[in-house]
């Protein structure tokens, strides 16, 4: 029998009462790091690239701000049998049989994701992020409608009306930004453009925006103009459900979530909104967009929302800011150039123009070493989004492998010392040792040091 840790009784009886539904109550199930034996036999060149995988996590330091390490149990359940269950529908409205443990799993999630985030309702079935936004748009709009979002060279996402990509090309998109100077946003012109254009959707939330967001002045400025307000919070949920950043819940009439990221759950998303959306909401999501949900991954979910309410979670999401605002320090005193002067998230974007080097450079050079970032575009840019300016990292995942200040100090060291001597491979030998001695120190949850 698949062994669900005591931390989530309630999910754990559930796998329990489908494995036995299933007729496997009596066949031993062994998942995450023992059923790489499985894999091993059967398909020796997956294992061997899972093997790699997870010495390049053990191994390097990983600051990719949208990228985190999840718990044995939520890696346990996205391993799971549930995988093998299809739920086209909602609880207690399926159209297959043998439901009744999908179902309780399914409105734990929900039921837990209200609570987390004080939400009216929750729809726990999408994919990701991209789909849930879609989904979004098909459920409050009409295609051709005029909608304003964040340029994506400011901070934005491509789901915020990039014009190749769908909601751009479906959409009426008109797009804020950011000062030059200071590379925040300015209210006011957000309000004058609003005024001018009058959207029926403001969509607030970012991928690349380092400041904590005024959801109270965006949801006055779509008062004022008759506007939807939908925020994306993907980047920023966990530390909202922390208390660590203000929540737009409140405010906004839809939040979209993935429930990776700062959240430290599965790959996958959600949409909260208010009670007089919700079936516009969950029409969208299915029949409207998508057609089974993943119940493996909707029990991960759950898992999360569980461990995110919990003492241990909002310790953990206050050192991730406290980690990213001391890296953010430790660069600007080695020269870096930061995007609005430093960070109130997990999130620092640098423009790395004054060092000479490019952002593709950058992230493939430390890459070398064992530090994972990613080249990013800095708002008011020259470069194209494949050979930008700047460099984007955060600090979820060292933070969950225990990292704090001290080594946020000599990250900030190494990153210098590299983009400093980008061609030096002495150097981009030694740093490499030093980053594995520190990583093995901290290991990663689900893997073996």
């Known amino acids: 029998m698949t062994q669900i840790p005591d931390i989530d009784v309630e999910v754990k009886k559930a796998f329990e009462n489908e494995a036995k539904r299933a007729g496997l ?30 010495k390049r996590q053990a191994e390097g330091i990983e600051l990719i701000p949208s990228e985190n390490y999840v718990s044995e149990p939520i890696l346990e359940a996205m391993g799971s049998i549930l995988t093998n269950k299809y ?5 207690g409205k399926r159209y297959y049989g043998g439901q009744e443990n999908i179902d309780i799993i399914e409105n734990l999630a929900i039921e837990r994701a209200k609570k987390l985030f004080g939400a009216e309702h929750a729809n726990v079935q999408p994919y990701s992020g991209s789909p849930a936004n879609t989904a979004i748009y098909f459920a409050l709009l009409k295609f051709g409608d005029t909608v304003m979002g964040l340029k994506l060279a400011h901070g934005g996402h491509i789901t915020h009306g990039l014009p190749i ?12 930004g950011v000062e030059k100077e200071t590379g925040r946003l300015n209210m006011k012109e957000v309000r004058e453009m609003a005024i001018k254009h009058k959207p029926k959707m403001i969509i607030a939330g970012f991928t690349a925006y380092p400041r904590d967001i005024d959801w109270k002045a965006f949801k006055e400025i779509a008062d004022a103009v008759g506007a939807l307000t939908m925020a994306d919070i993907s980047h920023t949920a966990g530390l909202i459900a922390a208390g660590e950043l203000e929540s737009p819940v409140p405010y906004f009439d839809v939040v979209m979530t993935t429930t990776h990221k700062t959240l430290r759950g599965p790959r996958g998303a959600i949409i909260l909104c208010k ?17 089974g949900p993943h119940d493996h991954i909707i ?11 919990k003492p241990a979670f909002k310790e953990y999401a206050a050192q991730v800011k406290k980690n990213a605002h001391h890296l953010a320090e430790e660069m600007k005193k080695r020269g870096f150039e930061l995007v609005s002067g430093g960070t109130d998230t997990h999130l620092i974007l640098a423009d790395l123009s004054n060092k000479g080097v490019r952002g593709e450079q950058a992230q493939r050079t430390l890459d070398q070493v064992g530090i994972t970032l990613n080249k990013n575009t800095v708002p008011y840019d020259t470069g194209s989004p494949m050979d930008p300016s700047g460099i984007r990292l955060g600090t979820p995942a060292i933070t969950t492998r225990g990292m704090k200040e001290p080594e946020m100090e000599l990250i900030a060291e190494w990153i210098d010392r590299i983009i400093s001597n980008i061609d030096d491979q002495e150097i981009h030998a030694q740093v490499k040792k030093e980053v594995k001695e520190m990583c093995l120190k901290f290991p990663v949850p689900g893997i073996e040091s």
């Open 25 to 54: 109550s009596q066949t031993p199930i062994k998942l995450t790091r023992d059923s790489m034996i499985t894999i091993k036999d059967q398909d020796l060149k997956i294992h061997e690239a899972i093997e790699h995988e997870k």
């Open 87 to 91: 739920s086209e529908g909602y609880p």
């Open 165 to 176: 990509s769908f909601s751009g090309t479906a959409y009426n998109f008109v797009q804020y």
């Open 275 to 291: 009670e007089k959306f919700a079936k516009a909401i969950d029409r969208a999501v299915f029949p409207g967009l998508q057609g």
């Open 299 to 309: 029990a991960a979910k759950a898992i999360a929302f569980d461990e995110a309410s």
